[in-house]
């Protein structure tokens, strides 16, 4: 007489094999949850996005998501070109951190 939980029949029961697919797909489940968790929440919904990469460097990138349409917006390293333009007003940031445009 044998003690123990492992009978010999025990290996050709379908019901384990059934278990371990239950388990599989449990696991399956948790990382996609765990990856959806990382993600942004409003590059999953059709709201506008912007993004910056590399804020401050020379390769710096704006990426703008409406919806459908992305955006981008390289910089050539260099500071902008104002030849040919003139000054058409001034620009406040109040306390509030809001900017106020006052044309000339």
Same mark, same amino acid.
């Given at each position: ?5 492992? /009978?010999?029949?025990?290996?050709? /029961? ?61 910089? /050539? ?18 306390? /509030? ?8």
């Amino acid at each position: 007489m044998r003690l123990g939980l492992h /009978d010999e029949g025990d290996d050709d /029961d379908p019901l384990l094999s059934l278990v371990n697919l239950v388990d599989v797909f449990l696991v399956l489940a948790a990382a996609l949850l765990v990856a959806l968790a990382g993600v942004p929440p409003g590059l999953i919904g059709g709201e506008r996005v912007t993004v910056i990469r590399n804020a401050g460097s020379p390769a710096m990138e704006v990426i703008i998501r409406d919806g459908q349409r992305i955006e981008r917006f390289r910089g /050539d390293g260099g500071a902008a070109d104002a030849s040919g333009g003139k000054r058409a007003g001034t620009a406040w940031r109040m306390p /509030d951190g809001s900017l106020v445009y006052v044309p000339e």
